[in-house]
């Protein structure tokens, strides 16, 4: 277990929680502003990727790909929100999920009737190597091409929330939605108009992660879970929150998953840590959260006074 | 019976109740008025635990329960009201009350006998609802109710749990001139058996009741005493009570 | 009450019916569809009479469904000892659960204990030593004695049976007993119901323990109808799958767990196993795509029923 071990797994685990966080803003807005439990969410995400798939394709570009795979699922988004999800705002948690939870299944069933069950969108050829970052420390290039987009998006979309006035008619809305309203906000057109950067983020987190995990159907309902673990912590409608939980589960996550075999390895039998580090590794976020709850009932930044 | 020590809650930036400290006599009408914002509500919260105090003590009938659950106030007879209107309102009014006495009267983990046995629960509930002008409604869903039965509701409530002390937040709230008269008779009524905390804007109201009156302005308790020494106090004037005194 | 009993008498004489034109699928998913009732009809006293949105309900079902199994498999096949070990596990599961999730509200209630039960899921996963991901095969279903052979599907079919009788019964009795009204009573107005003297989390711990050992039971019973158990039966999409079917029946009513049961379950079967010639002629492939159906009817449900199918059946009624 050496230090540039460390160092390659903490990489992981930070590009992991950038995307997550791509996911998560999108969701801990929505969350915040409507009070609105969207588990369709991750259906976005998986949309984005399918539609990144198809485009990069047909350009034969990977960048024109996903650059277009962005704005037509910000469109998908938002029609999926003027359609159904804002007749879903007044109504209470249990149809919300319901209703959210019937969107996914038929989004999943019309994107396997449009794709089939998976699809393939393979890394651009010219990243697919090895960066040597360190001495003794190569990483893969196209892992590093993420971390940069997820910093260089965190960086403008905090600059978009806190120094726009769209953006803080959002995080007024998000903290507190009669104020906005007084202030005369347009919550429905601003509200669609969220969705829609949601969707996007979505899209441009499921292509980017589409070279390193599968596109296939159903791949949303795994990520969301752990979107809304990243916001529970967090503290529901903070951006700020919605970051360092994202960052926080992706590292305790890559890290557990890495380390806490090998750890156990040392302290218990074989057959033990074989059995347990694994078990452990996987609940660890989880643990993380309800350890977070138990402490700070709001979450870690908690966006409501 | 009731006693505050140094008593405060601060929220966010801002203080609600300051270094309070009162006495509320056995057997007595203890009113606490104020202008709005002075923190009346948010001390009723403190005393019947639905908020917990920063600082200071709360005694109650030889117990401290400054840290007690609310449940477990109600269960040592220290009952409240709301000033907004907080009742089952999807019951019946011969239901909501039958839910208190039942409350108050042993274990609810009870999981097979049907409620509807239990004839003695809703007897208690008939007469808390004649002590309360409730008689003629007992069949009807409390969100059907008027305004002034709902606020009757909401006293009967605190009452039905068999209280020493009931705190009683502005319960003529909102009211009529006409329902306020029977409020202010029920109050004259349960006096004798229940000391009573009462938070009111009604002056008319406040000093027909009260034995004894404190006055709380800015989260201060700033003068306790007699009706007629609080009505003369200079700082009470000036703080508060002058111009509804004079109007 | 006569509604009841006449639905009751239905579906007694179901395997009769079946029997007599040699039908015994029907029988032994008819007991599948009855198993998923008496689950959803546990989670419907703590989301429906209770008010507590719970989003990891799959993991009392999964360790009820565990524990059982795992008798079997190491040879104590009795259904005496079994279930009440299924129950009894799962029940703790609840109160270890409950115990930390009750501390919070709302949305973080409705996170707190999805989170537990992914735990669960993927603490089940990692068994190795009873299937690990790939499930448990069990060798047989569990062996009740009295001349009752679980085997045979119309025996078994009438011991679950049994069991949902058992439990709307006792949902029945339990609403209108002091408990129930409690229960109720704290979903309707969980503040005054603290400040009459009721201790709100202690009655919302015991309703979630009791859903959750009936939810035990209802796994014992699952696993052994499938005489298997694998660590998807813990799935969030499993615990929303149960909450699917409280809403979709009614939240709050009595039946409201066993119609949703029925009505999805029942959904899924018609879609996938009987094409309509017209729209198979149109899109040929179309029962592969059950769920689409099954997506659209929730959303329908949602959107222009919002008290359940229950819910629709009173109100005609009441009109």
Same mark, same amino acid.
């Given at each position: ?54 485009? /990069? ?32 705002? &007044?109504? !209470? ?42 001495? $003794? ?46 202030? +005369?906000? !347009? ?8 969705? $829609? ?10 292509? #980017? ?62 057959? /033990? ?6 078990? @452990? ?25 | 019976?009731? *006693? ?114 239990? +004839?003695?629960?809703?007897? *208690? ?5 004649? *002590? ?13 109710? &008027? ?26 709230? $909102? ?24 938070? *009111? ?41 002058? !111009?509804?005194?004079?109007? | ?50 008010? #507590? ?11 009820? &469904? ?93 011991? /679950? ?24 009573? @704290? ?49 969030? /999409?499993?615990?929303?799958?149960? #909450? ?5 029946? +009614? ?69």
């Amino acid at each position: 277990m050496s230090w540039i071990l460390i160092l390659e797994q903490s990489l992981n685990g930070l590009q992991f929680g950038l995307m997550l966080f791509l996911l998560a803003a999108g969701l801990t807005l929505v969350f915040g502003i409507m009070d609105m439990i969207n588990l369709a969410h991750g259906s976005l995400y998986m949309l984005g990727a399918f539609i990144a798939s198809t485009l /990069v394709q047909a350009t034969g570009s990977f960048v024109a790909g996903v650059l277009l795979a962005i704005p037509a699922t910000a469109i998908l988004g938002m029609v999926l929100e003027i359609s159904v999800l804002r007749t879903l705002y &007044a109504r !209470d948690h249990l149809s919300q999920v319901l209703a959210t939870f019937a969107l996914i299944l038929i989004i999943n069933e019309l994107t396997r009737l449009a794709w089939g069950s998976d699809a393939a969108l393979p890394m651009p050829q010219a990243l697919s190597g090895p960066v040597e970052l360190l001495p $003794g420390l190569r990483y893969p290039a196209y892992r590093l091409v993420i971390i940069a987009v997820g910093v260089l998006v965190a960086v403008l979309l905090f600059i978009l929330v806190t120094k726009t006035r769209v953006g803080m008619r959002v995080r007024a809305g998000a903290s507190n939605r009669e104020m906005a309203l007084a202030m +005369g906000v !347009d919550i429905k057109t601003l509200f669609t108009l969220v969705f $829609g950067a949601g969707a996007a983020l979505c899209a441009l987190a499921g292509a #980017m992660l589409a070279p390193l995990f599968a596109v296939q159907v159903g791949m949303g309902e795994n990520i969301l879970i752990l979107a809304f673990v990243v916001i529970v912590i967090g503290g529901i409608g903070s951006i700020r929150g919605a970051l360092v939980g994202a960052v926080l589960v992706g590292i305790v996550d890559t890290i557990g998953r890495a380390f806490l075999p090998i750890l156990f390895g040392i302290f218990f039998q074989p057959r /033990v840590a074989s059995a347990a580090g694994p078990a @452990i590794a996987s609940v660890l976020i989880y643990l993380l959260m309800a350890v977070v709850l138990f402490l700070r009932p709001r979450g870690l930044f908690p966006a409501r006074g | 019976m009731l *006693e505050l020590r140094r008593v405060s809650k601060r929220f966010v930036g801002v203080v609600a109740t300051d270094d309070v400290s009162l006495e509320v006599r056995s057997g007595e009408v203890h009113a606490l008025i104020g202008p709005n914002g002075a923190g009346k509500t948010t001390l009723i919260s403190q005393i019947s635990g639905s908020l917990p105090s920063d600082r200071g003590e709360i005694r109650f009938d030889g117990h401290d329960i400054t840290r007690a659950r609310p449940y477990e106030r109600v269960k040592l007879g220290l009952a409240r009201s709301y000033q907004v209107t907080s009742i089952f309102k999807r019951f019946t009014v011969l239901d909501n009350l039958a839910l208190a006495v039942q409350a108050r009267s042993g274990s609810s983990f009870s999981f097979w006998r049907p409620v509807a046995a239990e +004839g003695s629960l809703f007897d *208690e509930a008939r007469s808390v609802a004649g *002590e309360i002008g409730l008689s003629q409604k007992l069949s009807s869903i409390a969100a059907t109710l &008027a305004h002034g039965e709902q606020r009757a509701l909401e006293v009967g409530l605190a009452l039905a749990t068999r209280p020493k002390l009931v705190l009683l937040d502005e319960p003529l709230a $909102g009211m009529g001139p006409e329902e306020a008269q029977r409020m202010i008779a029920l109050i004259d009524r349960v006096r004798s058996r229940v000391t009573v905390l009462l938070v *009111e804007h009604d002056m008319d109201a406040v000093f027909r009741l009260a034995n004894r009156i404190s006055v709380l302005v800015n989260g201060r308790v700033i003068a306790s005493g007699a009706p007629e020494a609080i009505k003369a106090d200079e700082q009470v004037r000036k703080a508060y009570l002058g !111009d509804e005194v004079a109007a | 009450m006569k509604r009841s009993i006449a639905v009751f008498i239905v579906l007694l004489g179901f395997p009769l019916a079946m029997s007599a034109i040699d039908n015994l699928f029907y029988v032994s998913f008819a007991s599948r569809v009855i198993i998923y009732a008496i689950a959803a009809t546990s989670l419907n006293l703590v989301l429906g009479y209770g008010g #507590m949105i719970s989003f990891g309900h799959a993991a009392f079902v999964g360790a009820g &469904a565990y524990a059982a199994s795992i008798c079997i498999a190491e040879g104590v096949a009795s259904a005496w000892l079994g279930w009440p070990a299924a129950i009894a596990a799962s029940a703790l599961a609840a109160w270890l659960i409950g115990a930390v999730s009750l501390r919070t509200r709302g949305v973080y209630f409705i996170m707190i204990t999805l989170a537990f039960a992914q735990m669960a899921f993927y603490l089940v996963n990692s068994m190795k030593a009873y299937g690990g991901d790939e499930g448990l095969p069990l060798p047989q279903r569990a062996e009740l004695g009295l001349g009752l052979d679980l085997g045979n599907e119309v025996v078994f079919y009438y011991v /679950v049976l049994f069991f949902l009788a058992l439990s709307l019964y006792g949902l029945h009795r339990v609403m209108q007993s002091r408990f129930g009204r409690v229960v109720i009573a @704290i979903r309707e107005n969980e503040a005054r119901a603290e400040a009459i003297g009721l201790p709100v989390y202690r009655y919302q711990l015991a309703c979630f323990v009791i859903a959750g050992a009936v939810a035990g039971l209802a796994g014992a019973l699952l696993a052994s109808h499938g005489k298997y158990v694998n660590p998807n039966v813990l799935h969030w /999409v499993q615990s929303g799958t149960l #909450m699917i079917m409280v809403i979709l029946g +009614g939240v709050g009513q009595l039946w409201g767990g066993a119609i949703g049961a029925f009505v999805l379950l029942g959904l899924e079967h018609v879609i996938s196993d009987y094409p309509l010639p017209w729209l198979a002629a149109v899109a040929p492939n179309y029962p592969q795509h059950a769920n689409l159906g099954v997506g659209l009817v929730m959303l329908a449900v949602v959107l222009f029923a919002p008290h359940g199918i229950a819910g629709l059946l009173s109100r005609r009624r009441g009109a």
